[in-house]
């Protein structure tokens, strides 16, 4: 199927009892067994669901996979993902990724024996010298929140497999849409379904997607014995959500380039980071791997100061100031103070994440209403 028609029947199927072209909304936590053992291929909720069912379904197609499980939030699959290593295993990751996945790493599972490496993925010799005997994990994020900084994933996944080691992929800010890790040779793909793939600011979830069966069988171990599982109407909400992902990610993409040549051209922006600029570092990468650049970025003004920004972050009307993204309605964010204020300031000023950036999640108003919002607030 084309992409399209990928996204609206992905994981739906009429329901059998009543020819419901929607998903049902299985609301319950158990269900009734003809036996001991003899059921119809429900237990008990946190292990199976039918809404959750379809919905994982969908998740696996929208990636090209063949497996997919929803976790109660982003960080929770990651954390399932993080769970299938020992005390004494070491994963390498990106010096410049989300504030949550760095707090995870660091304040919860390193004080549990597992050790963390932050190189610079975009250097693919960078992962190379840093896999050792004890590496079990690469976690890489492309492009990077929020720096925009693509890695290679393909060339990522000829040094995992070289080493015997699993590479996941945060899926996040590209969707399903933009790049499709799995057919570059991950072997995990997470997603924070809260953004893109929910799309509307409306719901938290999370996803893994594979091809391995037996990675699969690890996972969902782990998913049904720890728990963090969404619920039924939170699955039917991004099930819906991924019909209009098509649609939604072609006006991201749209205003994103709009606004993008907007901040660059503004004489009170200093420096804006979008992979699509054809002097973008990434750029060859971005255009190889991804099939567009997105609505996501962020940008320094020339007065480089936490006080003007604020002025900035304070003074838009169509953006609203919040943390996430991915939803319809376009968000302006201070990373430093919300996003990734998790992360010591040395570390985010070493990576190049000043105290001034600002992020945009450029939503599907018209392009024009949010470069007015953007230049006023500016000045």
């Known amino acids: ?156 996944a000829a040094v995992a497999k070289k080493a015997n080691v699993l590479l996941c992929v945060d899926n996040t800010f590209a969707s399903p849409y933009l790049q499709n890790p799995l057919d570059l040779g991950a072997d995990i793909v997470m997603h924070s379904a809260t953004k893109y793939l929910g799309g509307h600011s409306d719901v938290i979830q999370g996803c893994l997607v594979m091809n391995d069966a037996n990675l699969r069988e690890q996972l969902y171990f782990i998913q049904k014995s720890c728990g963090a599982v969404p619920g039924p109407q939170d699955c039917f909400l991004v099930l819906r959500g991924i019909k209009t992902l098509h649609v939604r990610m072609q006006r991201h993409c749209e205003n994103g380039e709009k606004i993008a040549h907007f901040l660059r051209n503004h004489p009170k922006v200093g420096k804006v980071y979008w992979c699509g600029f054809t002097d973008h570092p990434g750029y060859a990468v971005a255009g190889k791997q991804m099939r567009g650049f997105g609505g996501m970025m962020s940008f320094e003004l020339k007065d480089d100061s936490a006080e003007t920004a604020r002025k900035v972050l304070a003074g838009t009307k169509v953006f609203a100031l919040a943390e996430s993204l991915g939803g319809v309605e376009s968000l302006i964010n201070h990373p430093a103070s919300m996003t990734h204020a998790s992360i010591p300031r040395e570390e985010r000023i070493k990576n190049g994440l000043s105290d001034s950036l600002i992020r945009l999640s450029v939503g599907i108003e018209d392009a024009d209403d949010l470069i007015a919002d953007l230049n006023q607030a500016i000045g």
């Open 1 to 156: 199927m084309k992409l399209a028609t990928k996204y609206i029947h992905a994981g739906t199927e009429p329901d059998p009892s009543t020819g419901a072209i929607m998903t049902p909304i299985y609301q319950t936590s158990t269900y009734v067994q003809e036996a001991p053992g003899v059921n119809k291929g429900y237990e008990y909720a946190r292990s199976q669901n039918p809404t959750r069912k379809a919905l994982e379904d969908a998740y696996a197609q929208i990636e090209n996979g063949k497996f997919g499980l929803a976790f109660s939030s982003g960080v929770a699959a990651t954390d399932a993902v993080i769970k299938l290593l020992a005390p004494g295993d070491e994963v390498i990751a990106a010096n410049d990724m989300y504030g949550g996945t760095y707090r995870l790493f660091t304040k919860v599972f390193a004080k549990f024996g597992i050790r963390f490496t932050y190189v610079d993925t975009t250097d693919i010799a960078n992962i190379s010298k840093a896999i050792s005997p004890a590496t079990k994990l690469i976690w890489i994020e492309t492009p990077t929140n929020p720096l925009m900084n693509i890695t290679d994933i393909a060339a990522v």
